[in-house]
């Protein structure tokens, strides 16, 4: 939606350090003499890179899902083809196309989900072949210096829409570890704009692997350009590898006793990553004017910081119904653990016949505003005869995994266990006298005056 705009700007105007050298690189005299001439110059020294990449999500925006009810194990499932509230449309109902003009002022202009999409949108989504490898735009992850001006969508002479691509030899010559900015101008743009889906800002002042000098893959170790996710209930499609805190930090990783006896079942993310933010309500049903007199959803958000998360069991498995999609999990089942999460709350148009959550296409109602339009191009799009639209609300749980705090500021004993603590302990399933123990002083008086006996 305004994802193609803001990358434009945002990177034509933030000039991005690189992490190697184009010295460093030992294709950089190969690629002077010859030019970039797209994956086939990266292959020269990494043949079947481009086919490789073919098959990952960043490529499919989609694959099998486990962890979550309801759905065919033996499909894919995606940003490819999921309806839920945060985008309420997917690559096939809103893939990258121009809108009708606007009746104000005439003019257009592109939009799609897939505006992210590594390839050049002839290639598109799930594509596969020598075409779609040629397409694959290695250069908007491994260059330092990729100028996203160049990812502007326009129509061929065939009149296609295209996504352009930085293919320069400059930007060829600073190929480096990806930077924060190469990951971060797709994922924290994601859902409409700056910090809107996942709420977090990776820099220095926000999170402490950032303050660190670390980079996104330091954590997300990709090898085969497959990259390790953790389980959101809100993200479905991975490459088949998790990660989790424990891949870098050890089971008990607290100098402490007390606090290790915790992370059987307390999450890392609980006491480490207190607050988020981002969109946490968004309404498709009523698109509000802006000054260039398009159109836009209602969206409430918060900057980062400013959100605090809400707690529950979590088994790593997803309930996922029309109004609801969040954590599976209980005290009692021996498998879950207390984690963070931010409440997004998404109104949109079911079916009444069936109960099912439908799918809008953005282009009418961006245009004109009239969201039923949208509403009824989609589903001539899925091929849904049957439907009658009512407005409803969906309530999602995002997890919280990023924004780490430095320990100074982590969660300690009264935060959770002083009478008016974080953990509303009778929600998460505790008696009125284990909640009476739970939130006595006796836990952590000790504990809590040594500590401020020692920082005084």
């Not at 797209?38 to 486990?66: I, M, Q, R, Y």
């Not at 606090?259 to 698109?287: E, L, S, V």
């Not at 089942?333 to 016949?353: E, V, W």
Request: aromatic share 8%.
């Amino acid at each position: 939606m305004k994802n193609t705009t803001f990358i434009a700007t945002l990177m034509a105007s933030v000039a991005v350090a690189a992490l190697v050298q184009a010295k460093d690189h030992p294709g950089k005299e190969y690629i002077q003499k010859n030019g970039y001439q797209g994956p086939a110059t990266c292959e020269v020294c990494h043949p079947g890179a481009a086919k490789e990449f073919l098959n990952s999500v960043h490529w499919k925006h989609a694959s099998k899902v486990d962890n979550v009810e309801n759905i065919d194990p033996k499909q894919e499932y995606g940003m490819k083809n999921r309806i839920y509230t945060m985008c309420n449309g997917n690559d096939i109902v809103n893939n990258l196309k121009e809108i009708p003009p606007s009746p104000e002022t005439g003019k257009t202009k592109y939009s799609g989900c897939n505006s992210c999409h590594p390839g050049n949108h002839i290639q598109d989504v799930g594509s596969t072949g020598p075409e779609a490898e040629a397409a694959v735009d290695c250069l908007v992850c491994h260059s330092s210096t990729y100028d996203h001006s160049k990812r502007k969508p326009f129509k061929d002479e065939k009149g296609n829409v295209v996504l352009g691509q930085d293919r320069s030899t400059d930007a060829a010559l600073s190929i480096a570890t990806p930077t924060v900015k190469n990951c971060m101008t797709c994922h924290e743009a994601a859902g409409g704009g700056v910090l809107v889906k996942r709420g977090f800002a990776f820099n220095k002042e926000h999170d402490v692997h950032a303050a660190k000098g670390m980079v996104c893959v330091d954590c997300h170790k990709t090898k085969n350009h497959k990259i390790p996710t953790g389980y959101d209930p809100n993200n479905w499609a991975h490459d088949g590898v998790r990660l989790s805190c424990t891949d870098c930090h050890t089971a008990k990783p607290h100098k402490d006793e007390d606090y290790n006896r915790h992370t059987a079942r307390i999450a890392c993310q609980t006491c480490h990553i207190p607050r988020t933010g981002g969109a946490f309500a968004k309404d498709f049903t009523k698109w509000e004017q802006l000054s260039n007199k398009f159109y836009e959803p209602t969206t409430l958000k918060k900057e980062a910081n400013e959100t605090a998360p809400v707690y529950a069991w979590y088994n790593l498995t997803v309930a996922n119904r029309p109004d609801f999609i969040g954590p599976k999990g209980d005290r009692k089942d021996g498998k879950s653990k207390i984690y963070p999460f931010k409440i997004f709350q998404g109104k949109a148009y079911f079916n009444k016949k069936d109960g099912q959550l439908l799918s809008m296409d953005f282009a009418p109602p961006m245009a004109t505003g009239d969201t039923l339009a949208g509403v009824a191009s989609a589903a001539k799009i899925l091929g849904i005869k049957d439907y009658e639209p009512v407005p409803g609300w969906q309530t999602i749980y995002f997890g919280s995994n990023h924004q780490v705090a430095p320990k100074e500021k982590a969660l300690t004993c009264y935060n959770c266990h002083a009478p008016n603590g974080i953990l509303n302990f009778r929600e998460l399933g505790y008696s009125s006298d284990e909640v009476k123990k739970l939130t006595s002083p006796e836990l952590y008086f000790e504990k809590i005056a040594e500590k401020m006996r020692e920082e005084w």
